[in-house]
């Protein structure tokens, strides 16, 4: 069971990234699959999820209307496309998965996680 997050770097205020996480195929389906992030001194923080059949979102209130979760089941590989970035999203973000897409946001539930890509925006 592995999950391999990408896309990190840096970008200026404003500017967009593209993160993905490519899971094993055991992992992916039927998983839900999402985005939290962690902030240097703050606890993780959940950011977005998506549903095993790609339907189901759900998003963190602070990244709603510039954040985009999808899914490419042929690929097994999940994207977080971020638009309108601001310096607080700067932060460690993490792929996981979980059985249940309403679990993973309303209790921050990952059953699987992949290493963090690291998201820079400067002001």
């Known amino acids: 069971v592995q999950l391999q997050a990408s896309g990190g770097g840096f970008v200026q205020d404003g500017g967009s990234l593209r993160l993905s996480c490519a899971a094993s195929a055991r992992t992916f389906s039927p998983y839900a699959m999402g985005w939290f992030r962690q902030a240097p001194g703050k606890e993780r923080e959940f950011v977005a999820v998506?549903?095993?059949?790609?339907?189901?979102?759900y998003y963190a209130d602070s990244v709603k209307g510039r954040f985009t979760i999808s899914r490419d089941s042929p690929k097994n590989t999940v994207h977080l496309q971020m638009n309108s970035l601001r310096p607080e999203d700067t932060a460690v973000y993490y792929c996981?998965?979980?059985?249940?897409?309403?679990?993973?946001?309303?209790?921050?539930?990952?059953?699987?996680w992949g290493r963090g890509t690291l998201v820079t925006v400067s002001s």
């Open positions: 996981a998965a979980s059985l249940s897409a309403q679990q993973m946001f309303h209790q921050g539930v990952g059953h699987y």
């Open positions: 998506i549903g095993w059949s790609g339907s189901l979102t």
